[in-house]
């Protein structure tokens, strides 16, 4: 049998691909390139789900949620580690917050946390958000820190270093960022910044498989974690998120992100007067940071806007990307440590696209 007749029979039978049309050259290059990631042990686990015009448009899982015991990557239920697609997720409650009056994003972070360390320069919640706040990056192994800390014990870690540069003239992407964000959410609101974004986010859009990971509780369903040696895949080393939730400490699905993106694109979460200052990307010196306020702004190599987040974390990476003019949004995770496959995803991203745009 022709090869391509049969892997074509395959797909059909097995109903792989969701979607009734018979055009399926875009996905069919998109799943071939997709398991080969798996077939040549570039990924253990992976997850896709592609929504266009509000539906499902392409969902499939690849490989491992556990290689050990070979259990199979589900999109619609097996959790993963978002990394910094938390940022979107905690964004949108930063929106809610803005819109609801209780929060000024050009007031000083002062004005919520008196006891930070005073800098040289102000510092406003809008910078903060734009990563042009001047306040560092990891450092050593921060990166992989396995400690047990509340959002304001993490402000050690940092507080007493200077900035980088005076506020709103420099860019420096960093998860501090959003520590500090989260901790005055924490104080407008009066509740923990999980409880509120549960509350005004996560259970409102029908998120289900979207929580704060817990170290020592993790859901049933959740994906072993692991990083890349010379030998293969080995489980990655522990690790302590709960400090920065709001800036890479999130597990979700697939499925879920995708949700995610799709009630941002309907302008259905409630601060979408205000979601366009999130989407605009900051500009600094004439060029632009194609940053917004916890959401990357940016455009693709044929200049399609889109916007979302590229999430990695330890044992963990994510693309999220909405493009709107498309009416798409894209959610990829993968249970492996930064797998350097971007390029690739982008790929597929793109070849989706083409599918639809014929």
Same mark, same amino acid.
Request: one cysteine or more.
């Given at each position: ?38 077939t ?18 392409? #969902? ?26 938390s940022?979107?997720? @905690?964004?949108?409650?930063l @929106? ?10 050009? @007031?000083?972070?002062y ?46 870690l ?27 959410? #924490?104080e407008?609101?009066?509740m ?5 974004v ?97 959401? #990357?702004?940016? #455009?693709?190599?044929l ?21 709107p ?31 639809v745009?014929?």
């Amino acid at each position: 049998m022709n090869p391509i007749v049969k892997y074509l029979k395959n797909l059909f039978a097995s109903q792989r691909v969701i979607g009734g049309d018979k055009e399926l050259s875009g996905r069919i290059q998109a799943d071939l390139i997709l398991q080969k990631l798996i077939t040549d042990n570039i990924v253990p686990g992976m997850a896709i789900t592609v929504r266009k015009g509000g539906q499902i448009y392409f #969902q499939k899982g690849y490989g491992y949620a556990d290689v050990e015991e070979q259990t199979h990557v589900n999109p619609q239920n097996t959790v993963f580690r978002v990394a910094s697609v938390s940022k979107p997720i @905690a964004a949108a409650a930063l @929106a809610t917050m803005v819109e609801d009056g209780q929060l000024d994003l050009d @007031a000083s972070i002062y004005n919520y946390l008196p006891y930070f360390p005073k800098k040289e320069f102000d510092i406003s919640v809008r910078q903060l958000a734009g990563h042009t706040a001047g306040i560092r990056g990891y450092r050593g192994g921060e990166y992989g820190l396995n400690k047990l800390m509340t959002n304001r014990e993490a402000l050690v870690l940092f507080q007493d270093d200077d900035l980088l540069f005076e506020p709103g003239k420099g860019f420096q992407y960093t998860s501090f960022d959003w520590v500090m964000i989260s901790l005055a959410m #924490q104080e407008v609101s009066g509740m923990p910044f999980a409880d509120y974004v549960q509350e005004k986010i996560i259970k409102p859009y029908g998120l289900k498989n979207t929580l704060p990971e817990v170290p020592g509780k993790l859901p049933p369903n959740c994906a072993t974690f692991y990083s890349k040696g010379k030998l293969g895949f080995r489980k990655a080393i522990p690790v302590n998120n709960t400090y920065k939730l709001a800036g890479g400490g999130y597990l979700s699905t697939s499925e879920d992100i995708a949700l995610f993106g799709q009630v941002y694109l309907d302008s259905k979460i409630k601060g979408a007067s205000v979601e366009s200052q999130f989407l605009t990307s900051a500009i600094i010196n004439g060029t632009p940071t194609y940053y917004g306020l916890g959401w #990357q702004v940016t #455009q693709d190599k044929l200049g399609r806007t889109y916007y979302g987040h590229v999430g990695n974390g330890v044992g963990g990476y994510a693309v999220f990307y909405v493009y709107p003019e498309q009416d798409m949004v894209f959610s990829i995770l993968i249970n492996c440590t930064n797998p350097g496959v971007l390029d690739i995803l982008e790929e597929v991203i793109g070849f989706l696209i083409g599918e639809v745009a014929v």
